[in-house]
C-alpha cells in the first residue's frame, strides 16, 4: 500500500435512510464561492447528522466535498493543500486516491504548477499500484489517468 | 522545274526520316531508338525534370502507416463495446448501492443514468460528475 494511502472502507449505502439524508442534505448545501461560508455550512451539515450515520463515513465524506470542490471551484492553493491534507488522513482505498491524485493534477496544472510535482508523485503512486488493481478498476484508473490533460 | 522541285523535296523527305514506321517512332508519342518510355527518352536527351520524374516512379514507396482498411474500425468497435460493458457493470454497482435515489444531472434522470452517461463519453467511471452550478455530485460505486 503506498505511503499516503490507507486501506478504505465502504461507505454504508444509499439504501440505508440515514445516510441516504446525510448525501441528499450535503448535495442542497448552498454553493459558494465564499470559502469561510461554505465551510461554515458543512460545520452545520456535520452537526446535523452526527450520531445518525458512521463517523469515520461522514467525515471522510465531509472532506471529500469540500476537496474536490476546493479543487472544481480553482479554489487557492492555500485552501486546496489545507483541504487535500484534511482528505488524505482518512483511509481511502485505491479509488478515492486515484480520483483525489487526478483531481489535484488537475487543479495545480491549471492554478498552481508549484504544486505539479507534488500533484505527480501521487499520480505516479496511483500508476505504480495499477497492477494490483482487479481487471475493472485497473480499467477505471487508466480511464481515469488517461483523462488528464493540461 | 517546278515538278523536279517537287520530286526533290518529297524524296528528301522520307530519305531524311527512313521509313513511316520510323516517321511515327520519331515524332509520335511511342518511345524512341533505345530508350523504354518518352520520359526516358527525354532523360536520355538530357531533360533534368524528365529524370528527376523517373527517380519517383522507381523509388520505392514507404509502407503505408494506416492499417487495411476495417481494420481501425473493427478495433474502434471492439474499444467502444468494452466501454459500453464496463459502463454497465457500474451501473449495475450504482443502483444496488441506492443511486437510483439521488437525482442526475438533468431533471427527471437518475444519477446512475448521468454517471452511466459520463462513463459512456468519458471511457471510465468516475467518483463524482459535477453539476451545472459546480456542485460535485458522487457515483457510488464499489
Redesign the interface.
Known amino acids: 500500500m503506498p505511503g499516503k494511502m490507507k486501506e478504505g472502507f465502504a461507505d454504508p449505502t444509499l439504501h440505508d435512510p440515514h445516510w441516504l439524508a446525510f448525501v441528499q442534505d450535503k448535495e442542497r448545501l448552498d454553493v459558494t464561492e465564499d470559502w469561510r461560508r461554505f465551510r461554515a455550512a458543512l460545520r452545520q451539515l456535520e452537526r446535523r447528522h452526527v450520531g445518525r450515520v458512521p463517523t469515520a463515513a461522514l467525515h471522510r465524506a465531509l472532506d471529500q466535498y469540500a476537496f474536490l470542490c476546493a479543487t472544481h471551484w480553482k479554489q487557492t492553493p492555500r485552501v486546496v493543500r489545507a483541504a487535500l491534507r484534511a482528505l488524505l488522513r482518512h483511509p481511502l482505498g485505491t479509488r478515492r486516491y486515484a480520483y483525489a491524485a487526478a483531481e489535484y493534477w488537475q487543479w495545480a496544472a491549471k492554478v498552481s504548477p508549484e504544486d505539479l510535482p507534488a500533484a505527480e508523485a501521487m499520480v505516479a503512486e496511483v500508476r505504480a499500484y495499477l497492477p494490483s488493481l482487479d481487471e475493472h478498476e485497473r480499467w477505471n484508473t487508466q480511464g481515469l489517468l488517461a483523462s488528464l490533460k493540461r | 522545274m517546278r515538278w523536279a522541285v517537287v520530286l526533290m523535296l518529297c524524296f528528301g523527305a522520307v530519305g531524311c526520316a527512313g521509313s513511316p514506321r520510323h516517321f511515327r517512332q520519331s515524332v509520335g508519342p511511342g518511345p524512341g531508338p533505345g530508350c523504354v518510355g518518352t520520359v526516358d527518352c527525354a532523360c536520355k536527351n538530357g531533360s533534368a525534370a524528365a529524370c528527376e520524374q523517373l527517380e519517383t516512379v522507381s523509388r520505392p514507396r514507404p509502407p503505408n502507416p494506416l492499417p487495411p482498411p476495417g481494420a481501425t474500425e473493427e478495433a474502434r468497435k471492439k474499444e467502444s463495446e468494452?466501454v459500453r460493458e464496463?459502463c454497465i457493470?457500474?451501473y449495475v454497482r450504482c443502483v444496488?448501492?441506492?443511486?437510483e435515489?439521488?437525482?442526475g444531472r438533468v431533471n427527471g434522470e437518475s444519477r446512475c443514468d448521468s454517471c452511466r452517461a459520463y462513463c459512456m463519453a468519458?471511457?471510465?467511471?468516475?467518483?463524482?460528475i459535477?453539476s451545472w452550478?459546480?456542485?460535485?455530485?458522487?457515483c457510488?460505486?464499489?
Do not use: I, S, V
Not at chain 2, 468519458?122 to 463524482?128: E, Q, S
Not at chain 2, 452550478?133 to 458522487?138: D, F, S, Y
Open positions: 468494452r464496463t457493470d457500474d444496488d448501492a441506492g443511486g435515489h439521488l437525482e468519458h471511457g471510465f467511471w468516475p467518483l463524482a459535477y452550478n459546480g456542485k460535485p455530485l458522487e457510488p460505486g464499489k
